[in-house]
């Protein structure tokens, strides 16, 4: 049983446009839903992390949206780089048990100059 | 600081054959974990550790042991291979009493063939 849902699978955006990533979770006890990028041959690297007291959080073109209510998540990079593309994860866990993280299936993003 | 380190980076088994994946990580991190990643199927948790001496199974763990006998080290062991655990693993740490944080740190991947 898919925990954590992640569309879409792969997405074209053309430089200088907004990708979207968007993902959705089923567990109601989660409480840290973080993003990772990950470049081929590397392992995943933390990209940006929310917590459900806040519906925003922005760290330079990065953008994570959360809405509780509806259980979902999205992550938004405004001005998107070549250098952007890469795969993307999200993820989510309840820091209270371990912080064992449930990850979304992946988005391979690719940003055509 | 080295981060998480883990040997080897290749691998090619037989069919029944063992073997073992190093990983380390030099953060005084309290928990390790051990991941496969699949193509469609992002990161699946086989093991983790919250601590030295201690294991738990995760989401995928029949196939695979581990062990934790030192702090900076997390083991994971194949005792007979198969064609299925042909995958990148990724090890991860995260958490210590100096710095709370629930972020975990990967390692750049063991890439697996079992033929």
């Known amino acids: 049983q898919q925990q954590v849902k992640q569309s879409p699978q792969s997405l074209i955006v053309q430089k200088g446009g907004i990708s979207i990533i968007n993902c959705a979770y089923e567990n109601t006890a989660f409480d840290y839903f973080p993003w990772y990028q990950q470049f081929p041959g590397k392992g995943p690297a933390l990209l940006i992390a929310i917590r459900p007291d806040v519906s925003e959080k922005k760290e330079g073109r990065f953008t994570i949206s959360f809405n509780k209510s509806a259980k979902q998540f999205s992550l938004h990079i405004m001005d998107s780089q070549p250098g952007d593309s890469a795969t993307y994860f999200c993820?989510?866990?309840?820091?209270?048990?371990?912080?064992?993280?449930?990850f979304g299936t992946g988005t391979l993003l690719a940003v055509q100059p | 600081n080295a981060g998480v380190t883990q040997t080897p980076k290749f691998r090619v088994l037989k069919t029944g054959q063992s073997m073992t994946l190093l990983c380390a990580q030099d953060?005084?991190?309290?928990?390790m974990y051990w991941y496969r990643q699949d193509p469609g199927m992002g990161l699946r948790l086989i093991h983790y550790?919250?601590?030295?001496?201690?294991?738990a199974k995760g989401e995928v763990p029949d196939g695979y042991n581990v062990s934790r006998l030192k702090k900076q080290n997390f083991l994971l062991g194949l005792e007979s291979a198969a064609p299925s655990q042909t995958s990148v693993y990724f090890c991860?740490?995260?958490?210590?009493?100096?710095?709370?944080?629930?972020?975990?740190?990967f390692g750049p991947g063991t890439r697996l063939t079992v033929l």
């Open positions: 550790s919250v601590g030295e001496g201690t294991t």
């Open positions: 993820a989510a866990s309840n820091s209270g048990a371990t912080n064992k993280l449930i």
């Open positions: 953060m005084n991190h309290e928990y």
């Open positions: 991860a740490s995260s958490y210590s009493l100096k710095e709370s944080t629930d972020t975990q740190y």
